[in-house]
C-alpha cells in the first residue's frame, strides 16, 4: 500500500498553495502594531525586560541608605556634630545593638561605640561568643547632641526613619536595645528599662531585647548582673 507523502502545505496546516512570506510577515507586523497601540492605551509605557542583575545586597542596600542620608541637616544637631555615626559591623549581623547617640570618642572617630562604653560593650559581646566584626551597632540617631542630652522628639523623628531602613536591610534575628532612651524609643513606650529588660519582645518580625547601657554600667557596675542575664539569653537565642 503506497504511502502518502507529506507537502509543505501540511506542515504549516494551510490548504492549497502556501502563503507569501513576505505577506506573513506584513500581517505580524500590522498584529504587533496593534498589540503595542493598545497597550499604550492601557497606560503601558513599555515591554516588561528580564534583568540579569541580581537583587541589591544587604552592602549595597546600606549604602544606598548611607547616601540617601547625605550630610544631613534634618535637624538642629548638624550644627554641633564633627560626624555623622551612621552605624558599623556586619551587614549580615543575625545581632544588632542599638544605643542611644553618639558620645565625644564617636563624634570624633565617626564610629558608634569606641570610647569607655564602647570598650565595655566589646566585652559583652565577646562574653557571649561573639566578635564585634560579627554583629551590627547603631544608635537611635546620628550625631552627638550637645552635653551629650537626651535626644528631642524633633531630632528623633528625623533621624529614627534611617536607622528603620537599616534594620530592615539588615533583617536580624535579634534586636538588643541598650539603655532605657533606645529602648523606649523603638517601642514606642513609657516603661522603664528595668520592667522592659529580661524578656524578648516581638519588633518588626524580629525579637527585641532591651537590658542597661554600658555607660550605665560603669557608673552602676552591680547592674553587671542583669546584663549578663540578658546577654544568655540572647546567645541561647542567637544559636538555636
Known amino acids: 500500500m503506497a504511502t502518502k507523502s507529506l507537502s509543505k502545505n501540511d ?3 494551510q490548504p492549497g498553495q502556501m502563503e507569501d512570506p513576505r505577506q506573513e510577515f506584513q500581517r505580524i507586523l500590522y498584529s504587533l502594531q496593534d498589540f503595542l497601540l493598545y497597550q499604550k492605551e492601557q497606560g503601558v509605557e513599555g515591554l516588561p525586560v528580564k534583568s540579569d542583575q541580581p537583587a541589591p545586597g544587604k552592602v549595597q542596600l546600606l549604602e544606598e541608605i548611607k547616601k540617601e542620608l547625605g550630610d544631613c541637616k534634618r535637624c538642629k544637631l548638624h550644627r554641633y556634630r564633627r560626624n555623622i555615626v ?4 556586619n551587614p549580615e549581623a543575625q545581632l544588632v545593638f542599638v544605643g542611644e547617640g553618639p558620645g565625644g570618642d564617636e563624634d570624633i572617630q565617626g564610629k558608634p561605640f569606641v570610647g569607655r562604653a564602647g570598650q565595655l560593650l566589646t566585652k559583652i559581646i565577646n562574653s557571649i561568643d ?4 560579627e554583629v551590627y551597632i547603631a544608635n537611635i540617631i546620628k550625631c552627638r547632641p550637645p552635653q551629650n542630652r537626651n535626644p528631642e522628639p524633633d531630632e528623633i523623628k528625623a ?3 534611617f536607622l528603620i531602613k537599616q534594620l530592615d536591610a539588615i533583617q536580624p534575628k535579634i534586636i538588643c536595645a541598650l539603655g532605657t532612651f533606645a529602648a523606649q524609643t523603638l517601642l514606642e513606650t513609657g516603661e522603664r528599662i528595668s520592667s522592659l529588660r529580661g524578656r524578648f519582645i516581638s519588633y518588626r518580625n524580629t525579637s527585641l531585647i532591651a537590658t542597661f547601657h554600658p555607660a550605665y554600667l560603669l557608673r552602676n557596675p552591680q547592674r553587671k548582673r542583669d546584663v549578663w542575664e540578658d546577654m544568655k539569653m540572647i546567645r541561647k537565642e542567637y544559636f538555636s
Open 11 to 13: 506542515f504549516f496546516n
Open 86 to 89: 551612621f552605624g558599623s559591623g
Open 130 to 133: 561573639l566578635t564585634r566584626e
Open 159 to 161: 533621624c529614627e526613619p
